[in-house]
């Protein structure tokens, strides 16, 4: 029998015919999984449980897809004769195969679809995935009543137990899946000739490749673009890069003069064309001489779980775990560090709140990279802890984002590529400094394990480790901040 197409699948097909071609053909490309991937599978699944606990009694299909016909055989009997929920139930019908979240039987025998996102919102990708699950249903007999789309409610604030009933919201999207449906029939019949077919489809790389999910194979499509390519260009349109492509241009450089660039993106395309650095040391000195000394060095990590973790937050809110200052008395001066980070098992934002109340004084500039970002969180901890409203916000209004002279043009190298986060302005200006090596090297990994604490799942020593990579990690860039900052005083002079 040929093999059929699963919800997975379906999905991959419907965002690039070669990533379903891939997946089935060349599973020796797959990458590891990311940090930042793995969060989202973690939350997917802490979602997927609590919304089982809103539809209490129901029965788990637990065999996993390496034993597809045990699950198959044992939904069938269960929708027989079986609780009213029944969850992960696996249904197969023509081509397709899929797994449903939550099916609820109704008193007349009709059943309802609910399946579950860690959204909070609902979003186009999603009525399709409810669309072939339904397709599947009503081919294998079940009659549909209601589909639903159960999301987590932005707006739910913790207090105790997280109470599954009011964590989550639901939609009815019974209509637009009965809309999707002929199209489910068609796509299903494309797929199948897609994955039967020995040869990969053609697909140019595009705004696809990350939308609406970022695609596993970008490491196989990607390579071998130019050093420097369209693609690198920031803030281009998809429609622009798109039109450069077909006009045969892919690297930077060759990107005519009459092609409308805007005046960034020209000046970018000048320091890539010359090889020579853009060094404006009026516009850097004029950014310097705003400071004021002392200067403390701001960097938070942050967690941002779905189901909010301590009483008083919300899905998804960025929750600062950690901060690192360091403390520059003088310009060149040596800086000395302060730091806090939570213990994992309270609420770590009284805490690094009085650590910023003692370890910044009333006078001096905070200096962030991208500070946008810490200014939101600090002004977001004043809101939620009263007692720090008189002073919080006005450490956010001291804040100069060290960003400013890159993303401004002030200070552009060719190595930046139009770039300008630390983790590509620092290895080029500070070539001793780097982040590679770390055990904990990025923004998503410090979350990963430090969630990794939260829920209990390391051992007293991996605790300690853990705790430690942290701090060299946040330590790290507070300090790359000082020396990108002295750079910044020698290309003044
Ligand atoms: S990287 Fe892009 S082109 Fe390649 S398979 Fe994925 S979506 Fe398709």
């Not at 609420?347 to 009333?362: C, K, N, S, V, Y």
Request: hydrophobic share 40%; net charge neutral; proline share 7%.
């Amino acid at each position: 029998m040929a093999k059929r197409i699963s919800k997975t699948q379906y999905m991959m097909g419907l965002q690039c015919p070669k990533r379903l071609w891939l997946y089935n053909h060349r599973q020796d490309l797959l990458p590891t999984v990311t940090a930042a991937r793995q969060r989202l599978l973690d939350e997917g699944l802490a979602v997927d449980e609590l919304s089982r606990r809103a539809h209490p009694g129901g029965e788990l299909v637990e065999y996993d897809n390496r034993m597809l016909h045990l699950a198959l055989k044992r939904t069938a009997a269960l929708v027989k004769e079986g609780p009213r929920f029944i969850y992960e139930g696996a249904f197969a019908a023509g081509a397709a195969l899929v797994r449903c979240d939550i099916l609820e039987r109704n008193f007349d025998g009709t059943w309802d679809l609910i399946e579950v996102k860690s959204s909070t919102a609902v979003h186009e990708e999603h009525l399709s995935d409810a669309a072939v699950q339904r397709y599947v249903l009503e081919g294998g007999g079940l009659k549909i009543n209601k589909c639903w789309l159960m999301f987590l409610d932005a707006s739910y604030i913790r207090q105790g137990p997280v109470d599954p009933l009011k964590l989550f919201r639901r939609e009815d999207i019974t209509a637009r899946t009965a809309e999707l449906s002929p199209e489910v029939e068609q796509d299903l019949r494309k797929f199948m000739r897609t994955v039967a077919s020995p040869d990969v489809p053609e697909a140019p790389i595009g705004r696809q490749c990350s939308d609406p999910y970022d695609c596993e194979f970008r490491g196989h499509c990607w390579k071998g673009l130019p050093d420097s390519s369209i693609f690198d260009i920031p803030r281009l349109s998809w429609e622009k890069k798109n039109t450069l492509r077909l006009m045969g241009v892919m690297k930077f450089a060759d990107v005519p003069d009459n092609f409308e660039l805007n005046e960034a993106q020209r000046l970018y395309q000048r320091v890539e064309r010359t090889g020579r650095p853009v060094v404006i040391a009026p516009a850097i000195k004029a950014f310097l001489s705003a400071l004021e000394y002392p200067l403390y060095y701001v960097d938070f990590e942050t967690l941002m779980p779905g189901i909010p973790l301590y009483n008083g937050s919300r899905p998804y809110q960025q929750l600062p775990f950690q901060v690192s200052i360091h403390v520059q008395a003088s310009p060149g001066a040596e800086p000395e560090q302060l730091e806090y980070l939570g213990d994992s098992y309270e609420d770590p934002r009284p805490g690094l709140i009085e650590a910023l109340r003692r370890g910044i004084g009333p006078k001096g500039s905070l200096v962030a990279y991208n500070a946008g970002f810490e200014a939101a969180r600090m002004r977001e901890m004043a809101e939620d802890f009263p007692a720090s409203r008189t002073w919080l916000p006005g450490f956010a209004d001291r804040l100069v984002d060290l960003m400013i002279p890159f993303r401004q043009q002030f200070y552009v190298l060719p190595q930046f590529k139009g770039r300008c986060s630390i983790k590509v302005v620092l290895p080029e200006l500070v070539p001793e400094m780097t982040y590679e090596g770390l055990a904990i090297g990025n923004g998503a990994d410090a979350q990963l394990a430090y969630a990794a604490m939260v829920r209990g799942k390391l051992n007293p020593d991996e605790v300690k480790k853990t705790r430690q990579d942290l701090k060299v990690y946040c330590g790290q860039d507070t300090l790359a901040m000082v020396k990108i900052m002295a750079k910044l005083y020698e290309a003044a002079a």
